[in-house]
C-alpha cells in the first residue's frame, strides 16, 4: 500500500502561481495530478513516468502548469502558473503501476484545495 501526502494548495489571485508537492511512501510507475470542482467531475491534469519523466499534460493546463518529479524523495510536484478562476478546484495526486502502457491509478491523496479569486 502507497499513501501519498499532498500540500500546497491555497488561495491566489488570478495570474499567481502555486507549487502542489505529492510524497509518496513508496514506488511507483506512473504519478499525476487530477481536480474536481464543484458540481463537476473529476478530471486529468497531468502524469508523469517516474522511470523515465515522459510527462502529459492535458490541454486545458499545457503551457501554464508543468508536473515534474524528484525520484529520490519521492515526491511529484506540480508547478502552477498564470492560474485562472477556473483551475479553482480539489487537486488530487494520484500514483500507480502500468496496464499495457498505461497509467493505472491504484493509489490516490487525499486533495488539497486551490482557489483563484479573479
Known amino acids: 500500500q502507497v499513501q501519498l501526502v499532498e500540500s500546497g494548495g491555497g488561495l491566489v489571485q488570478a495570474g499567481g502561481s502555486l507549487r502542489l508537492s505529492c510524497a509518496a511512501s513508496?514506488?511507483?510507475?506512473?504519478m499525476g495530478w487530477f481536480r474536481q470542482a464543484p458540481g463537476k467531475e473529476r478530471e486529468f491534469v497531468a502524469r508523469?513516468?517516474?522511470?523515465?519523466?515522459?510527462?502529459l499534460h492535458a490541454d486545458s493546463v499545457k503551457g501554464r502548469f508543468t508536473i515534474s518529479r524528484d525520484n529520490a524523495k519521492s515526491t511529484v510536484y506540480l508547478q502552477m502558473n498564470s492560474l485562472k478562476p477556473e483551475d479553482t478546484a480539489v487537486y488530487y495526486c494520484?500514483?500507480?503501476?502500468?496496464?499495457?502502457?498505461?497509467?493505472?491509478?491504484?493509489?490516490w491523496g487525499q486533495g488539497t484545495q486551490v482557489t483563484v479569486s479573479s
Open positions: 494520484a500514483a500507480g503501476g502500468m496496464n499495457w502502457g498505461s497509467p493505472r491509478w491504484d493509489y
Open positions: 513508496g514506488r511507483t510507475f506512473f
Open positions: 508523469i513516468a517516474l522511470s523515465d519523466g515522459n510527462t
